[in-house]
């Protein structure tokens, strides 16, 4: 149907900075709140109609308390009209009530909505990373081997509850197939209304992993589940986030990049700043016959309150 992809429009998804890597990993990763508003600025600039945002404390550990998003939020609105999507899975070491707070404060058009509690493996990263500025992060991936990123159908609807209401639209942030049945479910009940804003995540240790055919495994049970009434995207977690997002575009999809889901820009190259991984993936785009959506587009397509 026309709204369902206008024209071919694309619509790119920057997520910031996350709570998944850490400082010793990349210098360019945003922590500072003047580092998470000028990478969001710069990324929104390249092309990024939405951003997607988490918040740190000084020594980069996940920060999910609504002062730390007041610290950057007002400025990054005054500088872009790009879609705010403030995360409510925050780090899967949180409680859901943290996790949410934000989005209830600051009722973004759209916050993040994790579909199903799973595995949230980071401790293979512990065979890249030696060194840490930090203890926090060695034990931040250590901990992942007996982590379990909780989305029980209470948590869900308890985020539901408490953002709705502002007229909060969700990404619904699937890890596997039995998200989508779990989104399926809510819309049956009634608790989510159309269309259904999906990212699906590949390649994340606990969830789908990242061949193709997962994607289309994925694509074709949303297909069958939603039919129209959903707007497809896609994030690759680390070396398979420009593979993933091109697949995806050429079947129709959207696209989500950024130094949350990947540090680097291309084989053992770390990006500079999000901006590159934005420019990239849109030249990819571009390159394919397709334009990107501006936020005022995407807003259509995903219906936000604006
Ligand atoms: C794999 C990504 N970290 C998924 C994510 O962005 C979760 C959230 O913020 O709610
Ligand atoms: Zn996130």
Request: aromatic share 8%.
């Amino acid at each position: 149907s026309k709204d369902k992809r206008q024209a071919g429009k694309v619509i790119i998804t920057c997520a910031v900075t996350g709570a998944i890597h850490t400082p010793s990993m990349s210098p360019h990763l945003p922590v500072t709140p003047d580092e998470i508003i000028a990478d969001s600025l710069a990324a929104a600039e390249a092309g990024a109609a939405i951003l997607h945002l988490h918040a740190r404390h000084g020594d980069g550990r996940p920060d999910q308390s609504p002062e730390g998003f007041a610290a950057f939020l007002p400025r990054i609105k005054q500088g872009t009209d790009a879609v705010v999507n403030i995360t409510t899975g925050g780090s899967p070491y949180m409680t859901v009530a943290e996790r949410a707070a934000p989005a209830a404060r600051f009722q973004p058009e759209l916050a993040s909505l994790n579909m199903g509690s799973m595995n949230f493996g980071l401790y293979p990263m512990l065979n890249r990373y030696r060194d840490f500025q930090h203890d926090w992060e060695r034990e931040h991936l250590e901990g992942s081997r007996d982590l379990v990123f909780r989305n029980s159908f209470a948590d869900i609807e308890y985020v539901l509850e408490t953002c709705y209401g502002n007229g909060t639209r969700f990404e619904f942030e699937c890890y596997d197939t039995s998200h989508l049945y779990n989104l399926a479910h809510f819309a049956d009940r009634g608790l989510v209304k159309a269309p259904f804003f999906v990212q699906s995540v590949f390649g994340l240790l606990g969830g789908i992993g990242g061949h193709h055919e997962d994607v289309l495994h994925m694509k074709r049970t949303a297909d069958r589940l939603f039919g129209d009434d959903y707007r497809w995207s896609v994030l690759g977690a680390g070396a398979n986030q420009f593979r993933i997002a091109t697949q995806a575009a050429t079947l129709g999809g959207n696209v989500r990049v950024g130094l949350e889901d990947s540090l680097w820009a291309g084989r053992g190259e770390l990006a500079k700043s999000n901006a590159v991984q934005v420019r990239k993936i849109r030249a990819i785009v571009e390159g394919l016959g397709l334009d990107i959506a501006t936020p005022d587009e995407a807003r259509e397509i995903l219906g936000l309150k604006g």
